[in-house]
């Protein structure tokens, strides 16, 4: 079955930086995008960004794009999301969700990683 | 920029109830990109329906989803005690990326 597994919780300092990983396992890996949604404690939903596994191109929302970096490694189907330049507003969990290629849903999602950002 | 509005922030109901959530964009937007989404406390969220009206996998018939343009919703008939939870509106905007409403909380009354 398709399963997403996040790596652990962190707790950062600000200024600090912050990669998380995302393995996947039960599907064709680069035949799907990967995103990224966080979730602050008691807030919505918020789109970070994906990275499309079909062509390796990222694609961030434009409040991230100068911090977050995406990356992928095809040979142990894991994704990467580093976020750079912490602050105390980043402090949220961070999940990972499947897409299929323009079908614009994501239809499994990772358990989500908790990053703590405090001084 | 479009803004997605849930609504109403918090819906208090009974098992065996109906509840009708609401979601209305600012401007038009196709029903192809707009998803609903459940979160459970303490879970990640969970594809309900895509497509504006479409079932996910596994998804019980109890939840449906219909509308068009600006106007969407989500109706559960016949509230189970699981279904009580948060329930996220979605849509893909291809200048903004996605987008979420602020959520709609499903409490028991």
């Known amino acids: 079955q398709v399963q997403l597994v996040q790596s652990g919780a962190e707790v950062k300092k600000p200024g600090a930086s912050v990669k998380i990983s995302c393995k996947a396992s039960?599907?064709?890996?680069?035949?799907?995008?990967m995103q990224w949604v966080r979730q602050a404690p008691g807030q919505g939903l918020e789109w970070i960004g994906a990275?499309?596994?079909?062509?390796?191109?990222?694609d961030c929302a434009q409040g991230f794009q100068d911090r977050v970096s995406m990356t992928s490694d095809t040979s142990t189907n894991t994704v990467y999301m580093e976020l750079s330049r912490l602050r105390s507003e980043d402090s949220a969990f961070y999940y990972c969700?499947?897409?299929?290629?323009?079908?614009?849903?994501?239809?499994?999602w990772g358990q989500g990683t908790l990053v703590a950002v405090s001084s | 920029e479009v803004v997605l509005t849930q609504s109403p922030g918090t819906l208090s109901l009974s098992p065996g109830d109906r509840a009708t959530l609401s979601c209305r964009a600012s401007?038009?937007?196709?029903?192809?990109?707009l998803v609903w989404y459940q979160q459970r406390p303490g879970q990640a969220p969970r594809l309900l329906i895509y497509?504006?009206?479409s079932r996910a996998t596994g998804i019980p018939d109890r939840f449906s989803g219909s509308g068009s343009g600006t106007d969407f919703t989500l109706t559960i008939t016949r509230l189970e005690p699981e279904d009580f939870a948060v329930y996220h509106c979605q849509q893909y905007d291809y200048a903004q990326g996605y987008i979420f409403g602020q959520g709609t909380k499903l409490e028991i009354k």
């Open positions: 969700a499947r897409e299929f290629p323009e079908t614009f849903n994501f239809d499994s």
């Open positions: 497509g504006a009206s």
């Open positions: 990275i499309k596994l079909t062509n390796g191109k990222v």
């Open positions: 401007q038009s937007v196709s029903n192809s990109r």
């Open positions: 039960g599907y064709i890996f680069n035949a799907y995008h």
